[in-house]
C-alpha cells in the first residue's frame, strides 16, 4: 500500500519514511514540495500526511489540492507548536488526523495508519454484509415466475446460490436454463466475478479444446498470440458450459481432468495454472441415457451432477403464460417507448390453450410481434400468431407423453392455420369437438401437474 509523505525537512522526512517503510506491506513516497506531491496523486495512495510549512504551498491550499485530486484520500497533518491553529482548521474542514512534531511523531503516525485501515476493512465488511442482504436469494429480478411447478426449482436455486455445488440444469429449449444459472451466480459469492457462458453445440468439435483451456502463441499454425481459455476467464466466478450433451469424448476426459485436478494447460502449453471455477452446466437432453449409449462418460456424469435442477417446461406452469406475458409486455413497453399495451380476454384466452415447444422464449417472441402488430395498443387472437414449426422441430420430436404429442400435435395445425379449427378438424379428419376436448384435456393435466 503507498503512502505519501510531504516534508520539507529532509532528515525528519527520511525517518517518517524509514520507520513505516520497516513494515513491507507499506511503500511510501517522500516528497519536499506540494507539487512533487500532487504531480504523483494519479497514483492513488492509500493515504497522505502532509507538513504546514512547505516551500511552495500553504497546508490548506495542498489539502485543497489534494482533495480535488482525490475526494476519499485521508489526509494526515503533520505540524510543529506554531502551526496548531492552522491544522485545527484543517481538522475542521475534513483533515483526517493531526499530529504534533516531537519525539511520538513516528508512533503516532504508525497508530494512525493503522487506524484507518481497521476503518477501511470494517467499512468492506458492512460493504459485503449490506451487499448480501440486499441481493440474497432475489431471483425473481431475473427470473420471473409464479407457478407452483416453479417453486421448487426457486428452492434448489437458493440452496445452489448458498453452496458452491456444481449444478446441472436440464429443461426443454427456451426453458430458462441460462437465466437460471445467470441468477445463481449473481446470488452466490461468487457474483463480483465473471459468469462466463459457453454453448457447447454452437463451437465446431476441433475448436472446443482451445475455447475450453487456452493456447499459447505458437501452439498450431494460425495461433499468433497466446489466448485465455474459459476456464481461465471465469477464474473465481461461475462457468456455464450450456448443452453440455454436445461434447465429444475426447474433451469429456480433458474436462474431467481440469475439474478434479482444479488446473489447466492450455494447449501448447506445460505449465499448470490453477482455477477456481464453480460449475453450472444445462442439457436438454437426457444425460443418463447418453451415458447409457456410451457417449457420455458416466465419471464425468456424476462430477457435474452435482446438485440437479429441472425446468419444468412452459406448459406444465399453471398461471405462468400470462404473468409472462404481462411482464414481457411490459419489457417491450419500456424498451420501445409505446403506451400502454394490453391484452384481451380472447388473446390471453389463445395464450393459455397452446403448448410452446419453444417454451418461455417462444412466448416472448410471440408477445413481441404481437405488440408490434396490434392496433390501438389492444392485442387481439388475431395478433397471435404461433410460428409453425419446422421439421427440426415437430411437435413429435423428443420423449413425451402421448398427451403431450398429441397436444403438440392439435397446436401444431392450429398455428399452421390460423387457429381455424373446422379447417384443422378436415386436415387430421378428426371432430372439432374432439379438438376442444383435447385442448382441454390438456390444460387439465398441467392445471393437475401445477
Ligand atoms: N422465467 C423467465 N423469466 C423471464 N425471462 C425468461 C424466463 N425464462 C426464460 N426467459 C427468457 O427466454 C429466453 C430463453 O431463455 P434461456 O436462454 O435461459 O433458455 P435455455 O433453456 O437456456 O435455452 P436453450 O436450451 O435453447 O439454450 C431468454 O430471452 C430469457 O431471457
Known sequence: MLIFIV?????????????????????????????????????????VSIDLNLPDSTGSQLYRKIRKADGNVPVVVISAQESVSEAVALLKSGVYDYILKDENTRDLFWNTINRYRETLALKEEVRVLEDQLISKYDFSKIIKGNSKTMQPVFALMEKAARTNINVLISGETGTGKELVAKAIHANSSRRKKPFV????????????????????????TGAMQRKIGKFEEANGGTLFLDEIGELNISVQSKLLRALQEREITRIGGSGKIPVDIRLITATNRELADEVKNGTFREDLYYRIFGLPIELPPLRHREGDILFLAGYFLREFVKANNVGDV?????????????????NVRELRSIIELAAVLCEKNHISPGDIRFKPVTSKGMPVAGEKSLRDHTLEIINYYLSTYQHNIPLVAEKLKIGKSTIYKILKEGKAYADCEG
Open 342 to 358: 394490453s391484452l384481451t380476454r380472447d388473446a390471453e384466452e389463445k395464450l393459455i390453450q397452446y403448448t410452446y415447444p419453444g
Open 197 to 220: 457462458a459457453v454453448n457447447m453445440a454452437a463451437i465446431p468439435t476441433e475448436l472446443v479444446e482451445s475455447e475450453l483451456f487456452g493456447y499459447e502463441k505458437g501452439a498450431f
Open 7 to 47: 516534508e520539507d525537512d529532509p532528515w525528519f522526512g527520511e525517518l517518517l519514511k524509514h520507520h513505516i517503510s520497516l513494515n513491507p506491506d507499506y511503500e511510501v513516497c517522500l516528497f519536499s514540495t506540494a507539487k512533487e506531491c500532487l504531480e504523483k496523486m494519479y497514483l492513488q495512495p492509500m493515504l
